[in-house]
């Protein structure tokens, strides 16, 4: 339905900035939903930002002030801003789709995960 290829991690410093990158393509029209998610080793994945199709968005607390999540029209790609990078912040950082197709009587959901970018920040 839909394929997504991310970029954009790599090493920073405290303090730093990265901006990651979503490209999608296939089915765009279906997609209610980009995101972003992150897991550390040892933890759970966790939602780090997402904006609806309607461009409503939702941040993690612990990146509120620090993080923008921004998508293109058509559902074409999806960024995060990274500012004010924290060690805490290093993880493993996944592009999330979720969207659904198909008539009412019979809407199938699916949800699209990316490759993951690792997202490294020294102290």
């Known amino acids: 339905q839909v394929h997504l290829v991310e970029s954009g991690g790599g090493l920073v410093q405290a303090g730093g900035s990265l901006k990651l990158s979503c490209s999608a393509s296939g089915r765009l029209r279906t997609i209610s939903t980009m995101g972003w998610y992150r897991q550390a080793p040892g933890k759970q994945r966790e939602l780090v930002a997402d904006i609806t199709s309607g461009y409503i968005v939702k941040y993690a607390d612990s990146v509120k002030g620090r993080f923008t999540i921004s998508q293109d029209n058509g559902a074409t790609a999806v960024y995060l801003q990274m500012n004010n990078l924290k060690p805490e912040d290093t993880s493993v950082y996944y592009c999330?789709?979720?969207?659904?197709?198909?008539?009412?009587?019979?809407?199938?959901?699916?949800?699209?995960w990316g490759q993951g970018t690792q997202v490294t920040v020294s102290s």
């Open positions: 999330n789709v979720k969207g659904a197709y198909g008539p009412v009587e019979a809407v199938q959901k699916y949800e699209v």
